[in-house]
């Protein structure tokens, strides 16, 4: 069974502190997800990885894939408390169904 | 504008109630999915669909019937709903072969 885990789950930090979220899976997979949701919102689409090594970075987010180590993370750079939101990875279990596994989310809050 | 529509986007009902919520997508989508996000648990899928009249449950069916009958519906009925199924739903929609997965606004739902 695919499970995905996160840490931390909750998260508060000072702006312009740099700071990572882990993603850890429990089973083969090459493609990753990060999402972010603000509050009573959808899920904003952030990155797609889709090869071990993969990075991608959009701002002050950047995001790594190691499919070796079943870990992905999501590291944010010279926190803005724009960034403040609850951010989740979801792994792909069966990748012709497209079916999406998550993480519990992590809760970031950015003070000023 | 390529999007995924749910409706309503607010309910609160009573107990054994028949209610439908409805997903359509603009995309010519064949996957999709619905989800449930509760707190501390992130999102989990409750069924899926790859095509037309293809549907399949996902991790948390119960009480939870689908229906796919055209390609850009894919409408989720609580036969009897019951106060544990008080959550937020959410609609997503991709492509066959990925990657992208889309999110509907999503639809809080309160079963008293």
């Known amino acids: 069974e695919l499970k995905v885990e996160q840490n931390p789950l909750f998260l508060s930090m000072q702006e312009g502190k740099n700071y990572t979220i882990y993603c850890n899976y429990s089973?083969?997979?090459?493609?990753l997800y990060w999402y972010r949701q603000d509050p009573g919102k959808s899920l904003e689409s952030l990155f797609v990885?889709?090869?071990?090594?993969a990075v991608k970075q959009e701002g002050r987010l950047m995001a790594s894939l190691d499919t070796k180590a079943r870990l992905s993370t999501l590291h944010i750079t010279a926190a803005v408390h724009d960034l403040s939101a609850t951010y989740f990875c979801?792994?792909?279990?069966?990748?012709?169904?497209?079916?999406?596994?998550f993480g519990q989310g992590t809760r970031l809050t950015i003070n000023p | 504008e390529a999007q995924v529509t749910q409706n309503p986007r607010y309910l609160i009902t009573v107990t054994g109630k028949k209610l439908t919520v409805t997903c359509s997508q603009n995309?010519?989508?064949?996957?999709m999915s619905w989800y449930r996000q509760d707190p501390g648990l992130g999102l989990r899928q409750i069924y899926y669909?790859?095509?037309?009249?293809?549907?399949d449950k996902g991790d948390v069916p119960e009480g939870y019937k689908v229906s796919r009958k055209e390609k850009r519906n894919f409408p989720l009925i609580l036969e009897s709903p019951s106060p544990n199924q008080t959550s937020l739903y959410f609609c997503?929609?991709?492509?066959?072969?990925?990657?992208?997965?889309?999110f509907g606004p999503g639809t809080r739902l309160t079963v008293t």
């Open positions: 997503a929609s991709s492509l066959i072969t990925g990657p992208e997965q889309y």
């Open positions: 089973t083969t997979s090459d493609r």
């Open positions: 990885l889709l090869s071990n090594g």
């Open positions: 979801a792994v792909i279990r069966n990748q012709g169904a497209q079916k999406l596994v």
């Open positions: 995309m010519n989508h064949e996957y």
């Open positions: 669909s790859m095509n037309v009249e293809v549907t």
